[in-house]
């Protein structure tokens, strides 16, 4: 064995502070009217996603929900509705994670910034063409 082990040799997996930062990164490079909306919505990242939401989208993998919007999209708000909780983006890290591994062919930062964006898109009420515009996606 050599004195300089490879960098992977001591690393740890990413946390909710790693995740956070793409996150940060990601806002920035935003149009600013987004940005500044987009900074209004609450943001969660836990391991894997809430029973509930699973049993809600009848999934019984929690490896298969990367990320979820949870509340009322711009486009559906009302002044006359009362908030009951706040517009939030959630992650899940650990699937995030599962398919960073399983793709194999992009980066981290970049497929935790498309989950965002995908989230983020419910939000606003993007279609799938605007999504494509503010953020191109690899297949």
Not at 1 to 25: G, H, K, N, R, Y
Not at 41 to 66: K, S, Y
Request: hydrophobic fraction near 45%; aromatic fraction near 10%.
């Amino acid at each position: 064995m050599t004195d300089t082990a490879p960098l992977w040799v001591s690393a740890l997996p990413p946390d909710q502070t790693v995740f956070d930062e793409i996150v940060a990164q990601t806002l920035e490079t935003l149009p600013e009217d987004f940005r500044q909306a987009a900074g209004a919505v609450a943001l969660q990242i836990t391991d894997f996603a809430p029973d509930t939401f699973l049993a809600e989208m009848n999934l019984d993998d929690p490896f298969e929900l990367t990320g979820l919007y949870t509340g009322t999209p711009l486009t559906e708000k009302s002044v006359m509705d009362q908030p009951m909780e706040p517009d939030t983006i959630w992650l899940f890290r650990r699937p995030i994670l599962d398919e960073w591994v399983a793709r194999g062919d992009i980066e981290l930062g970049a497929l935790i910034a498309h989950v965002f964006i995908h989230e983020l898109a419910h939000h606003f009420g993007w279609s799938d063409g605007d999504i494509a515009t503010i953020a191109p996606w690899q297949d």
